[in-house]
């Protein structure tokens, strides 16, 4: 009798978690033809909105493809990891309204010592991503995370809930309630400017966006990555060169939750 119960519990759990899927699915599809439909400036077909969803789970593309491959991924909900053994996605970043953290020169500053590094320098190094963090949201700039062919530990080392939450900022819409950014937030940075000293206000800029770029050949795509970013809160942008070919690799998206960080060495298998 236990066991039926407790396979019942299950086909229900189940059930509920299909169910929720199908919507998040529902409004991603929504929320996507409205935000590539504003980028192209005319309706896109419903068929093709569709594919977007189901199929482009990991974009390969060329570089002057990309503009229109953040604004899908946005357009999901999700976070670009930009992959450009080249650079020229960084130098294509730096030329527009970004604010761009330098992680690798974070990283190698971190350990430059040789010795472990100590909470001060962490934090001290942590204020200036925090500065680059306000002023994308306060400013409605993308936030360029470049981690070059580093990998820093976004997850753990650096990330702190009131200089980098880094879970929180990989999820756009909990990092615009008050509650969250005012972490964050000092007081300096409510200043308006031309208005009275005592006035203070911020709110998080509609168009404010995160991005993250590495530089990383397809052989080190895998566990070395995966504790550098929240994956489940990306998706995989491939700037491609010249003589690759163009496509779009499917990758399995069952219902149900989130079952561990991505080995994207499989998906060249």
Excluded at 82 to 105: E, P, Q, W
Excluded at 161 to 179: G, N
Excluded at 207 to 213: E, M
Aim: proline share 4%; with cysteine; hydrophobic share 40%.
């Amino acid at each position: 009798m236990n066991r039926i119960n407790r396979g019942k519990r299950q086909n229900r759990k189940k059930d509920a978690s299909i169910k929720q899927y199908h919507e998040e699915r529902r409004l991603l599809v929504e929320e996507l033809h409205k935000s590539l439909g504003a980028y192209m400036q005319h309706e896109l077909p419903q068929l093709l909105i569709n594919l977007i969803v189901d199929y482009a789970k990991h974009l390969q593309i060329g570089l002057e493809c990309l503009p229109l491959a953040l604004e899908t991924v946005w357009g999901t909900g999700k976070v670009p990891v930009v992959m450009d053994l080249s650079g020229r996605a960084n130098t294509f970043f730096r030329y527009r309204h970004t604010s761009c953290i330098d992680m690798k020169n974070i990283l190698l500053r971190s350990i430059n010592s040789g010795e472990g590094i100590s909470e001060q320098k962490r934090l001290k190094l942590m204020e200036e991503m925090r500065t680059d963090l306000v002023a994308a949201m306060k400013h409605g700039r993308t936030l360029v995370v470049m981690m070059g062919d580093t990998a820093p530990d976004l997850l753990k080392t650096f990330s702190h809930p009131k200089f980098f939450p880094t879970q929180l900022i990989f999820q756009e819409q909990e990092l615009r309630k008050e509650e969250n950014w005012k972490a964050v937030v000092r007081d300096e940075d409510m200043i308006v400017e031309g208005a009275s000293d005592n006035v203070r206000w911020f709110a998080v800029h509609e168009d404010f966006r995160v991005v993250v770029t590495m530089q990383h050949p397809k052989s080190e795509y895998g566990k070395a990555l995966q504790h550098c970013v929240p994956w489940e809160f990306c998706s995989l942008v491939e700037v491609l060169h010249e003589e690759e070919p163009v496509m779009i690799v499917e990758c399995e998206d069952t219902p149900g939750e989130y079952n561990g960080l991505p080995d994207f060495s499989s998906i060249y298998a």
